[in-house]
């Protein structure tokens, strides 16, 4: 397995995790906006190791601000990381894919906001939008190659990018009362998806997008107050 964030650290930390377990892992520390670094680190990769079997594009960044306050830096930034960081990560491991015969597995992560919308959200949205777009653009093409390209779409899940939501007086409740099951997502509950997108179980399945979201993207639920 190999490792890819900005932090050093932690990553050092999950590959002790996955030595004392029996596996092997490589740390690749770098910032997925940095277009330079992801080719770079991705071609080092491929060529010490000989292939590459499976991408899983997860990282993502997210920063909630009104139209009228909404500055174009800040918009370019969370889609440099993204949207652009998706796509040229996915462009260099189709190329080592495609350069060891074997085929591959592209797994990109959009959000239920992909295909919906919510304010003062605009930058976010329009990326994970585009992630959906680019999946199945990349999965019409590298299909006759044997190299899957799918999307998970989470929904809401208790992790750290949505800590901000999390600490708001009644947020909790509120996305509680919107999902059919009634609660936010365990990031474990996401592996399941990504084994299945990442395995032979889904050697058939292509340009897709399986949402793990407790049901909100396709129901209409609200809470009424008591």
Known sequence: ?????????????????????????????????????VRSGVRRIAAERGRIDICANIAGIINWQPLPDSDIEDFDRILATNLRGTFVMAQECAA?????????????????????????LHAYCASKSGIIGLTRSLAAELGRENITVNCIAPGYFLTEINA???????????????TPMERWGDPREIVGGMIFLASDASSFVTGQVLHVDGGVSSSFKFQLAA
């Open 1 to 37: 397995v190999v490792l890819v964030a900005r932090d050093a650290g932690r990553l050092e930390a999950v590959r002790d995790e996955i030595a004392q377990a029996g596996g092997e892992a490589t740390v690749l520390a770098l910032d997925l906006a940095d277009e330079d670094a």
């Open 96 to 120: 080592a894919m495609r350069a060891g015969g074997r085929g591959g597995r592209i797994i990109t992560t959009a959000s239920v906001l992909g295909p919906l919308g919510r304010a003062r």
């Open 164 to 178: 901000a939501l999390q600490s708001r007086p009644g947020y909790m409740d509120a996305i509680n009362g919107v």
